[in-house]
């Protein structure tokens, strides 16, 4: 057997880090992060306890990192725009990819809103987050002042607060929740 090259430690390393997130975001959704252990989520990942702390400082930078990758899988559904202020258009695309996200990785999601929504969490992540959501906000806000409407801010945040409980919405009743239909009354109403 020949020794392993860098890319096969990279993507071994890789692959465990992507294990010890899913487990812990299994758990952290089941239980909570105040009852998760890190014992929990060797056991769950099937790796040591001290393993973990490789690849995280501690339970709170796991989940800092769990929950930043999601905010990051939706910032890159936004179009590039080059500098220069979103087009309905990439505006329209940007809310497409969203429900189209929420509904193939249907089951990811509703584990990482679980999460998200946990007061503890929130408040461990409230920098990060705004640090993270600010850019689209205020790609939504120029949007939005182009558009000529009296307080473009407020716009772009209410645009953001209402796909939060869209998400949220469909998360609780994927079965009965008219996504489709919601999602076309937004685009009409707020676009």
């Known amino acids: 057997m020949s020794p392993r090259t860098e ?7 890789e692959q465990r880090k992507a294990t010890i997130m899913q487990a812990g975001l299994e758990l952290f959704a089941q239980y909570s992060i105040e009852t998760t252990s890190i014992s929990m989520i060797a056991k769950r990942a099937g790796i040591s306890k001290g393993l973990i702390y490789n690849y995280f400082d ?28 979103l087009t309905k258009e990439q505006l329209i695309h940007y809310l497409n990819t969203t429900f189209d996200v929420l509904t193939t990785d249907f089951q990811y999601w509703k584990l990482y809103f679980s999460i998200v929504m946990q007061p503890a969490v929130m408040k461990l992540i409230e920098d990060q987050l ?22 473009p801010m407020a716009h772009a945040r209410m645009l953001g607060a209402i796909l939060d409980g869209i998400s949220l919405n469909y998360m609780i009743d994927p079965e009965n929740f008219p996504l489709n239909e919601i999602k076309d009354i937004l685009i009409q109403k707020f676009l």
């Not at 930078?61 to 220069?84: D, H, K, S, Y």
């Not at 705004?130 to 009296?150: F, K, S």
Request: glycine share 6%; aromatic share 8%; net charge negative.
């Open 130 to 151: 705004m640090a993270i959501m600010m850019p689209v906000v205020m790609l939504m806000a120029d949007y939005y002042e182009i558009q000529g409407v009296a307080n």
């Open 58 to 85: 501690n339970k709170e930078a796991l989940i800092v990192a769990i929950v930043t990758q999601g905010f990051e899988e939706f910032i890159r559904m936004i179009p590039e725009t080059n500098g220069q202020p």
């Open 7 to 13: 890319q096969q430690f990279s993507e071994i390393r």
